[in-house]
């Protein structure tokens, strides 16, 4: 962990990868704030420190996210959850939910330097996503606005599809960030 959200590189691996643009575009999205949050959802008093501090509460169902102002709580799991945060508020929600939340089994780490997001946007993204990707991701079986952790050739991934029906953000360690990218980029010059 990094002493200040001032030492944290801003950009993974990719940052040397000029964003690709055209019918379908891809980018490395600006570093934010994450929090890895462990808990139980079916305890009272943990659903409501993690409310008091961000304002919503872990979401329950598989492969969804509550949003509230700057926070985006990812389901990743029955007792985990992911939290995407401005960065310079990670140290502080960190402590906070650590406050908030004593008394209660639970576990909040910060991953802020772990994660990178890469941005897949056209109306061919899916088609793309599709070249390296076991799920399903046809909008009937995969309608926009859900989330799923999954594998993008060997990387393990969380794929969020945005409600426009056309973006998805590809979060990936960032240790594979540039293989991703480098996948992503051949598939799209195969179109």
């Not at 990719?14 to 959802?41: A, H, Q």
């Not at 310079?88 to 802020?112: C, I, K, M, Q, Y």
């Not at 393990?156 to 590809?170: A, C, N, P, R």
Request: proline share 5%; aromatic share 10%; charged share 20%.
């Amino acid at each position: 962990m990094y002493a200040s959200p001032e030492e944290i590189p801003l950009n993974s691996s990719c940052r040397s990868r000029e964003k690709i643009e055209g019918t379908n575009s891809l980018r490395e999205m600006g570093l934010k704030g994450k929090l890895n949050l462990r808990g139980d959802s079916g305890n009272l008093a943990f659903v409501a420190g993690v409310k008091a501090v961000l304002g919503l509460e872990p979401p329950v169902r598989a492969n969804t996210y509550h949003e509230y102002q700057s926070h985006r709580l990812f389901w990743l799991g029955p007792d985990e959850w992911l939290l995407h945060c401005d960065l310079d508020a990670a140290g502080p929600l960190r402590e906070s939910l650590a406050r908030s939340l004593s008394g209660t089994h639970h576990a909040v780490t910060e991953v802020s330097d772990y994660y990178t997001v890469l941005r897949l946007r056209g109306p061919d993204a899916a088609a793309i996503l599709r070249r390296g990707c076991p799920l399903d991701l046809y909008h009937e079986v995969f309608p926009a606005g859900n989330i799923a952790q999954t594998r993008f050739g060997h990387a393990s991934v969380l794929l969020h599809y945005h409600g426009d029906g056309e973006t998805w953000d590809i979060q990936v360690r960032w240790s594979y960030a540039e293989y991703v990218w480098d996948y992503l980029a051949s598939a799209m010059r195969a179109l």
